[in-house]
């Protein structure tokens, strides 16, 4: 899966049967994600619900044969993985730097 930003939004992109297909963050947390493909059709969504301890949820909303259905899962809890990853690295961040201004 390639990262890519494109207008300051972080992209994860990949090749798959279907063409060159993106997921990316949707609203202003960049914990949730959508999926869309070249022509930038809406193909799946992944839901985040942090700190609520519920499993990420993937909306397809496209019909697909089982491989697509996969490979959308698999590479939605990729992304999910990667988040909750860089998630948890901001607030390391943050906690150093509120100890180091004494906040």
């Known amino acids: 899966m390639e990262i890519s930003y494109e207008g300051m939004r972080l992209r994860r992109e990949f090749q798959a049967p279907l063409g060159?297909?993106?997921w990316f963050p949707s609203g202003n947390s960049g914990c949730n994600q959508k999926l869309k493909d070249r022509n930038e059709t809406l193909l799946a969504?992944?839901?985040t619900n942090i700190?609520?301890?519920k499993e990420p949820r993937v909306?397809?909303?496209v019909p697909c044969d089982e491989y697509s259905v996969d490979l959308i899962v698999g590479?939605?809890?990729?992304v999910?993985?990667?988040?909750?990853?860089?998630v948890k690295q901001v607030e390391a961040v943050s906690e150093v730097i509120g100890g180091v201004l004494g906040g």
């Open 20 to 22: 060159k297909l993106s």
């Open 45 to 47: 969504n992944l839901t």
């Open 51 to 53: 700190g609520r301890s």
């Open 59 to 61: 909306e397809i909303l």
């Open 75 to 78: 590479t939605g809890l990729t």
């Open 80 to 86: 999910y993985k990667d988040t909750m990853k860089e």
